[in-house]
């Protein structure tokens, strides 16, 4: 195996007696890259991130770290630490004391400790903060102490479960940053647990979405949210508009699917779908036109005929919300002017317009 891959799971599944949290999953996680395993709460991403390291054992399948099979050893044998989702510092130690606790356990001479210590305050940004008790410390600065007491020890990997869950939006904002220049000086393999889709685009080189104890789709942020393969994602990331309906004819790349109130042309994206397939397709809110009915559009755009209902205002953005033939609700996002969309009254007749090119095509 090459020696770029830090972490290789092949068929990897655990059990708890009947309940199968995780199931079948093939991952491989480049060394110095920033991993994002994203998925819905109870969707099997902290389950993966305990196996890899070592706190608990797989039912079936194996886990590789530096192409060494770590299967079966326990996480002080694992080249990997573990920044916990609570804080977890001891209370009776102050900061330095509390980051070289493990330097301690591992019986290091004074000097050496020090000195490590000293170094990782600096790269935390503690420096000024060595001899302050847990209590006095704010959310975002128990969370570096975290990080610093995981990177002093010098491993490979750094396993993060939900790492900032415990902080406010905008403290969560700040540290996302943080946490990717981090990674960026330190140079090695991170892999982070999130449910929070902001946050796992703000930091990850590459990330997975897991739900229902299954991998459904890899890639970087960009490709995840632009050209989702998976109904799953498409609906996950972001706010999307998704339309159900069955393939109806295929031609030279481009697939003809009815709706039942209307047909859309979707290109096939290499899925090359039969004819009665039942297939999804999806738009993104931002990319969706709410115009009065009448007014022209170009040959490139597609467009649905609706009645408009309302506008939500959400400061940055104003979500504009119509209603199709069959009830269901298409959201068009558009950035805050300060002006109503053209005036126009709930209940008016509108049409939906976007560019044909940017749908993608759903087979499940």
């Known amino acids: 195996m090459s020696q770029d891959i830090a972490v290789q799971v092949t068929d990897l599944s655990k059990n708890y007696g009947p309940v199968q949290a995780l199931r079948g999953v093939d991952l491989s996680i480049a060394a110095g890259e920033y991993f994002v395993l994203l998925g819905p709460s109870g969707g099997g991403k902290t389950t993966l991130l305990r196996l890899l390291g070592g706190f608990i054992r797989p039912s079936a399948g194996r886990i590789l770290l530096h192409g060494i099979d770590v299967s079966e050893q326990p996480p002080n044998h694992r080249p990997t630490s573990m920044v916990f989702q609570s804080f977890a510092l001891f209370p009776h130690m102050n900061v330095a004391q509390n980051i070289g606790y493990g330097l301690r356990l591992r019986k290091l001479p004074k000097v050496e400790i020090d000195e490590r210590v000293a170094a990782m305050l600096d790269l935390v940004g503690l420096g000024d903060l ?129 709706l039942g109130f209307a047909a859309l042309t979707v290109d096939d994206n290499g899925q090359c779908p039969n004819v009665g397939t039942e ?30 209902g309302e506008a939500v205002y959400l400061g940055l953005a104003t979500s504009h919300v119509a209603a199709l033939p069959n009830g269901q609700a298409v959201v068009a996002r558009h950035v805050s002017t300060g002006l109503a969309l053209d005036v126009i009254a709930p209940g008016s007749s509108v049409e939906l317009a976007w560019p044909r090119s940017m749908m993608r095509l759903h087979l499940s």
Do not use: W
């Open 130 to 258: 060595a001899d302050r008790m847990p209590h006095a410390l704010s959310g975002g600065q128990q969370q570096r102490v975290q990080l610093g007491r995981s990177l002093v020890l010098e491993t490979d990997i750094l396993l993060l479960d939900e790492p900032l869950a415990a902080l406010d939006a905008k403290l969560r904002k700040d540290m996302c940053l943080e946490l990717k220049h981090l990674q960026e000086q330190v140079g090695i393999t991170f892999v982070h647990v999130t449910h929070n889709q902001e946050e796992a685009m703000t930091v990850a080189d590459n990330m997975a979405i897991i739900a229902d104890g299954e991998l459904v789709e890899t890639g970087t942020a960009r490709d995840l949210y632009e050209n989702p393969r998976r109904r799953f994602t498409a609906d996950f990331i972001g706010e999307t508009n998704i339309f159900d309906g069955t393939v109806t004819g295929v031609n030279n790349g481009e697939v003809a699917v009815d």
């Open 279 to 308: 297939v999804s397709v999806s738009i993104r809110s931002e990319l969706v036109q709410i115009l009065r009915s009448g007014i022209a559009v170009a040959a490139d755009q597609q467009t649905l005929t609706a009645n408009y």
